[in-house]
Nanobody
């Protein structure tokens, strides 16, 4: 069972930045895509960014487009989520996710995901 491990969450003021990291050993040859989701209590999990492992093509939710950037460093077995100009509404638990099957969702839909991380909390204060 592959288990992504997230880090980098924390508390920041509005307008600030954070970079989340997700380590998953061997992901570059065992996954089709990697994604970042977020969830607040009482709401559905939202796929905010995804990246295709082989091509590095990316996809973003409209709510984060232009502010968040997903990237990967295969040599370090790590996927990143750079979050800039953070807003209070970005406050959520952020999850790294991995998909092994070919899909058109860039790992931004839960049904494309085979492995989930435990999550890291991001809190943005106004």
């Amino acid at each position: 069972q592959l288990q992504p491990v997230e880090s980098g969450g924390g508390s920041v003021q509005a307008g600030g930045s954070l970079r989340l990291s997700c380590v998953l050993p061997g992901y570059s040859y065992s996954t089709y895509c990697m994604g970042w989701f977020r969830q607040v209590p009482g709401k559905e999990r939202e796929g905010v960014a995804g990246i295709l492992t082989y091509t590095s093509a990316t996809s973003y939710a409209d709510s984060v487009k232009g502010r968040f950037t997903i990237s990967q460093d295969k040599a370090k077995n790590t996927v990143y989520l750079q979050m800039n100009n953070l807003k209070p509404e970005d406050t959520a638990m952020y999850y790294c996710a991995a998909g092994r099957r070919t899909s058109g969702s860039y790992c931004r839909l839960p049904d494309a995901i085979d492995y989930w991380g435990q999550g890291t909390q991001v809190t943005v204060s106004s």
